[in-house]
């Protein structure tokens, strides 16, 4: 079955309830739903360019990337993070409509290339009180993409997922802040390190996908501002 196939199938499953929180992490992604507003993220997978993946090992989805980008150090939420090209729904605005216009104003992306598959549930980013829903998308004709807004993010690039899903790759991130420590599944590739809401919605959703390989979560990277 083809990786397309598998996140179409995902998809359906979620749009029939038939997709529970696939770990504790992803089921701890909540907020009050009565006061948080209300954000859209691009989760676009393609095949993967002509830059190949560091890992030689045969895992699913060997042939595929992921576009991510590295939030700005100096931004006030979430500085230097990596992320999903996304943000706020306008007025208005689907949560469609709101993935692709943030994914054109961060990274430059050619919506018109990209096939959306459907929506995942919406799940909560409490330190920010966003309600996000995942958009799935599908890179049909990939297009370049680069840093629109150096004020906005730091670098804008395309991850193999066979890099992300090798367990030598994985760690448990953790942070403190105000005498508690928070931890997340994350992925050390590239020089960058996937940790956070967007570690968490990446591996809950390899795990979904049946992609995902057994690592070793007692491998700690602390994370330091």
Request: aromatic letters at 8%; charged letters at 20%.
């Amino acid at each position: 079955m083809s990786a397309r196939r598998d996140l179409i199938d995902l998809v359906s499953r979620s749009d029939n309830g038939d997709v529970t929180a696939p770990n504790t992490a992803w089921a701890a992604l909540t907020v009050d739903e009565t006061i948080a507003r209300k954000a859209a993220v691009l989760m676009l997978f393609g095949v993967l360019d002509d830059v190949p993946a560091a890992s030689g090992k045969p895992l699913a989805a060997a042939d595929l990337d992921v576009l991510l980008l590295e939030r700005a150090h100096t931004l006030g939420s979430h500085p230097g993070q990596v992320a999903f090209p996304g943000g706020a729904i306008d007025a208005d605005e689907t949560p469609v409509a709101a993935a692709l216009r943030e994914a054109e104003e961060e990274t430059g992306l050619d919506s018109t290339g990209v096939e959306v598959l459907g929506t995942l549930q919406e799940l909560g980013l409490a330190r920010s009180n966003f309600l996000v829903t995942p958009v799935l998308g599908w890179w049909t004709s990939p297009s370049p993409v680069r840093v629109v807004d150096f004020g906005e993010s730091a670098q804008v690039f395309r991850i193999p997922v066979r890099d992300l899903l090798d367990p030598a790759n994985r760690v448990t991130a953790t942070v403190s802040r105000d005498g508690l420590t928070f931890s997340s599944p994350a992925f050390a590739v590239n020089g960058v390190l996937v940790w956070g809401f967007t570690g968490i919605i990446l591996d809950g959703l390899f795990e979904q996908l049946g992609w995902a390989v057994p690592w070793d979560r007692t491998r700690l990277h602390e994370v330091v501002f």
